[in-house]
T-cell receptor
Framework: AQSVTQLDSHVSVSEGTPVLLRCNYSSSYSPSLFWYVQHPNKGLQLLLKYTSAATLVKGINGFEAEFKKSETSFHLTKPSAHMSDAAEYFCVVSDSSGYALNFGKGTSLLVTP | GAVVSQHPSRVICKSGTSVKIECRSLDFQATTMFWYRQFPKKSLMLMATSNEGSKATYEQGVEKDKFLINHASLTLSTLTVTSAHPEDSSFYIC??????????FGPGTRLTVL
């Protein structure tokens, strides 16, 4: 079975400082991995996805994630946080058919002035 | 990007009544739609997968007679919560995709059962 574990339920950073949201995955095959963001009262938005191409994936809004097979990790980073980045972030792995998505429990990102 | 809408955005109903939630793909035809449930401070839980014109496939533990899903067209899927109870109160989110493409998510519907 495929699953992801988000290591932090809450992360707080100051505006302008780096963001690191951690995610470890478990999969019996080469997985497809995603990061989604959920702002209040808005739908989930895809930030980026890894599908066995380049291990460093660049997404929207300055976010990127690196797939590390040896560490089974897919951490999300951003060099400089913006107030508008405050939201809930989900690390997601697809099943073997690429059909269904398995969500992590989410990390709430708080950005302080 | 592709847009998926949900209606209503929030609904309050009395215990024992049924509630219908609509999910529409506005600018594309979705071969598959998914229904998720999100509890407070929890991740999304896949409830069921529906393909246009066929019966929905429910995840283990989801009562198909309670959560009726209809995918009547390539742009519309409905979730009906029958005989709703307070424990059915939750945030319901749909998504839609074309073949093996990206899933596009709706904004969600908050259901409160009194």
């Amino acid at each position: 079975a495929q699953s992801v574990t988000q290591l932090d339920s809450h992360v707080s950073v100051s505006e302008g400082t780096p963001v690191l949201l951690r995610c470890n995955y478990s999969s019996s095959y080469s997985p497809s991995l995603f990061w989604y963001v959920q702002h209040p009262n808005k739908g989930l938005q895809l930030l980026l996805k890894y599908t066995s191409a380049a291990t460093l994936v660049k997404g929207i809004n300055g976010f990127e994630a690196e797939f590390k097979k040896s560490e089974t990790s897919f951490h999300l980073t951003k060099p400089s946080a913006h107030m508008s980045d405050a939201a809930e972030y989900f690390c997601v792995v697809s099943d073997s058919s690429g059909y269904a998505l398995n969500f992590g429990k989410g990390t709430s990102l708080l950005v302080t002035p | 990007g592709a847009v998926v809408s949900q209606h209503p955005s929030r609904v309050i109903c009395k215990s024992g009544t049924s509630v219908k939630i609509e999910c529409r793909s506005l600018d594309f035809q979705a071969t598959t739609m998914f229904w998720y449930r999100q509890f407070p401070k929890k991740s999304l839980m896949l409830m069921a997968t529906s393909n246009e014109g066929s019966k929905a496939t429910y995840e283990q533990g989801v009562e198909k007679d309670k959560f009726l899903i209809n995918h009547a067209s390539l742009t519309l899927s409905t979730l009906t919560v029958t005989s709703a109870h307070p424990e059915d109160s939750s945030f319901y989110i749909c998504s839609a995709r074309v073949n093996a493409g990206e899933q596009f998510f709706g904004p969600g519907t908050r259901l409160t059962v009194l």
